[in-house]
Structures are given as structure tokens and as C-alpha cells.
């Protein structure tokens, strides 16, 4: 695990939920190595990753390890909000700039500066805004919304997406020459069903994270259920793992954590027939196979989510608030 290394514990001075990395297969150490060489530099970092995989975690890692740790680490998520708001919260505006802009406002790049831009879901960025980021890379200087003076800033930028870029330039839906500015270090972060190793480690930090949180000492998870966990396929990974690992510390009135605590089979593998169909009403079926379809697009696609939603012929959007409301109503089940 790589907080024992007391360089990174020094340096965890950011959200404790990014404080540990764990780190303990082959692949995932040399990939660890290699980022921190490249934390070093100055250079624009890009990486891809599945969901889930951590990409925002080796982001604040390699801020961690570099020049800049005293300085800010600003993340933009460029799929949250509509183009003239994403514009706004990344570069400001000007008083005056539009009705209700009284006061000028500094935007995320600026305040960034002397730290890093963390460009979070960079491959969902609309296509005007594309061309405004690429200016902003190529001379670290931009205009505030309605503003005509230039600013300059020194920001260093990471980028991470869990699109395929190469394929959205040739789809014409990325530029080319943004994809070579954000491309110059990129790094992919595997699976986790491709370094099951790892796993009873990852399960095993958020054990003592969770109970801790909770209060409840002492908690333990029984072969079956570490054998349920390397049976899994984890589309969303880790970040699946840490929510199936909370949950059961939740539900569970035992210190001995089964499988059944972490309804990991249930998502993966039950078709909907199977369900108690006859119980449900008609919109409460059709709402439980909207899902379900989804559910085996993501899993067809790696838990790519846009891929899946490419699969089933819908927005992206639409298919992150179906998972998102899915995740909410499962959460207040479990409550
Ligand atoms: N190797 C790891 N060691 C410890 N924790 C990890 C590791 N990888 C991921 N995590 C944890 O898993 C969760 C998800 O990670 P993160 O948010 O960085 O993923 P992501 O790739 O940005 O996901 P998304 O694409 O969905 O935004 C976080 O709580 C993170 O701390
Ligand atoms: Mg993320």
C-alpha cells in the first residue's frame, strides 16, 4: 500500500477519502511509479480510466507529488453543467457580463493558479468550449466572460475521461489538436477485474474506513464473501467495491460479514425474469427492465458509460441519472 510510504503520508493533507492508495499488484506499482515521475514535471497528464477505476484519485496524487502541493487543486467536471455555465465556472466573468452579474467573479483556472486544474469527464467538454480550453492551454491566458482583457495564469492541468478520445476525434466530436495538447502524458488505470489481486486489500482498507466511520469495531469479512468479491465482475470498480463494502457494514448486525451483506450476485448476474415479477405494477416493471437493460449494456460495454448509452441508442446523460437514481433509491433501502 502506498501510505506507508512515509513521503505520501507527509503529503496527505487532502480530502481522506483520496488519502490511500493501494497499490499492490506488479501492474499497479509500476503504474504508480511512473506517475509519480511524472508528477515531477510540468507536463499536461491525461488519464483514462473505466469508471470507478480512480482516476481522480492518482489526479490529487500526482498533485501531491508535485511543486505545487502548497498551491490549489481545482476540479472542474465538465459534464455537470450547461455550456454558458461550464464557461462561466471555468474562466469568470466581468461585472456586468450579464443581468445579475454585479460583481466581477474569478472562475476555476483562476483560481488554480500556481496549482493544478484537475479537467474532470474532459471527453463530454461541448465543442465551443473545446476551442476555448485549447487556447487557455496553448498560452495560459484567457478573457473572463464579457470581459475583453486578457489574464494570465500558471496552471498545470491533468485531464481524465473514461471516453475513448481517439475514437470521439475520429467521430469528430473532439478535437484533434486539444486530444494532442491533453495527450502528451497519458496513462490508463486497468480494471479492476483485470488485477483481481488487489482486491481483498481495496476491500479491506474500506472495511477499516467504514467501521471506523460507523463506530462499529471489529468487523470482518468471511472467505464466502471474498470469494463472492473475486467472482465479481465490478463494472463500477472500485468505487463499486467501496459502496458494497459500506453498505454491508451498514446492514450487517454481525461481526462476521457474508456475502449476502454485499448483494453483489443480485446486480450482476439475476436475469429479470427471475425477479417476483407478479408483484410489481406495470410502471414498476417497466422501470425495474429500464435498468436492468441498461445494467447489461454497461456490463457488455466494461462500465463504460458511454459506450453503454452508445449500445442503447441514448444520451449519456440520461443513462448516468438512471444509475444515479437507481443508486439513490438503493441507499435509502439500505437505510
Ligand atoms: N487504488 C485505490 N486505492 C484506494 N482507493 C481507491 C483506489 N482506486 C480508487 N479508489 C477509491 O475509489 C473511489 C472512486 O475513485 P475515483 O473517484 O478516483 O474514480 P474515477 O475514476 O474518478 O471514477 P468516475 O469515472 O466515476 O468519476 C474513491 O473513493 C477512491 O478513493
Ligand atoms: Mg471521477
Redesign the pocket.
Known amino acids: 500500500m502506498v501510505d506507508d510510504d512515509p513521503d505520501v503520508a507527509s503529503h496527505r493533507d487532502v480530502d481522506s477519502?483520496?488519502g490511500?492508495?493501494?497499490?499492490d499488484t506488479p501492474a499497479?506499482a509500476s503504474l504508480i511509479a511512473l506517475i509519480k515521475r511524472a508528477a515531477d514535471s510540468e507536463a499536461t497528464v491525461l488519464l483514462l480510466?473505466?469508471?470507478?477505476?480512480?482516476?481522480?484519485?492518482?489526479?490529487r496524487f500526482i498533485h501531491q507529488w508535485s511543486k505545487r502541493i502548497e498551491n490549489p487543486f481545482v476540479v472542474i467536471n465538465c459534464v455537470a453543467l450547461t455550456e454558458t455555465l461550464l464557461e462561466n465556472e471555468l474562466f469568470g466573468h466581468e461585472k456586468g457580463a450579464f443581468t445579475g452579474a454585479d460583481t466581477q467573479q474569478k472562475g476555476k483556472v483562476e483560481l488554480a493558479d500556481n496549482g493544478t486544474l484537475f479537467l474532470?469527464?474532459i471527453g463530454d467538454m461541448a465543442p465551443d468550449l473545446q476551442a476555448k480550453l485549447l487556447r487557455l492551454l496553448q498560452d495560459r491566458e484567457f478573457h473572463r466572460v464579457g470581459g475583453t482583457r486578457l489574464v494570465q495564469v500558471n496552471i498545470r492541468v491533468i485531464a481524465?475521461t473514461?471516453c475513448d478520445l481517439s475514437k470521439a476525434v475520429r467521430e469528430g466530436k473532439f478535437r484533434e489538436d486539444l486530444f494532442h495538447r491533453l495527450n502528451v502524458l497519458s496513462f490508463s488505470?486497468p480494471p479492476l477485474r483485470d488485477r483481481p489481486d488487489?482486491i481483498p486489500h481495496?476491500a479491506d482498507?474500506f472495511l477499516r474506513r467504514y467501521t471506523k466511520e460507523m463506530g462499529k469495531p471489529g468487523m470482518r469479512l468471511t472467505e464466502a464473501a471474498l470469494g463472492a468479491m473475486y467472482r465479481y465482475r465490478w463494472p463500477g470498480?472500485?468505487?463499486e467495491?467501496?459502496n458494497a463494502v459500506a453498505r454491508a457494514v451498514v446492514l450487517s448486525t454481525d461481526c462476521e460479514i457474508g456475502p449476502e451483506y454485499l448483494r453483489l450476485s443480485r446486480d450482476q448476474e439475476e436475469e429479470p425474469q427471475e425477479r417476483e415479477a407478479s408483484d410489481l405494477s406495470y410502471h414498476e416493471a417497466m422501470e425495474h427492465y429500464r435498468y436492468y437493460l441498461i445494467e447489461q449494456a454497461l456490463k457488455r460495454a466494461r462500465g463504460n458509460q458511454t459506450k453503454a448509452a452508445e449500445a442503447l441508442g441514448l444520451q449519456r446523460s440520461y443513462l448516468a441519472r438512471v444509475l444515479k437514481q437507481k443508486r439513490t433509491e438503493a441507499q435509502k433501502n439500505d437505510q
Not at 49 to 59: M, V
Open positions: 477519502r483520496y490511500t492508495i493501494v497499490a499497479m480510466g473505466e469508471s470507478g477505476t480512480g482516476k481522480e484519485l492518482f489526479a474532470d469527464e481524465a473514461n488505470i488487489e481495496l482498507l470498480n472500485v468505487r467495491l467501496e
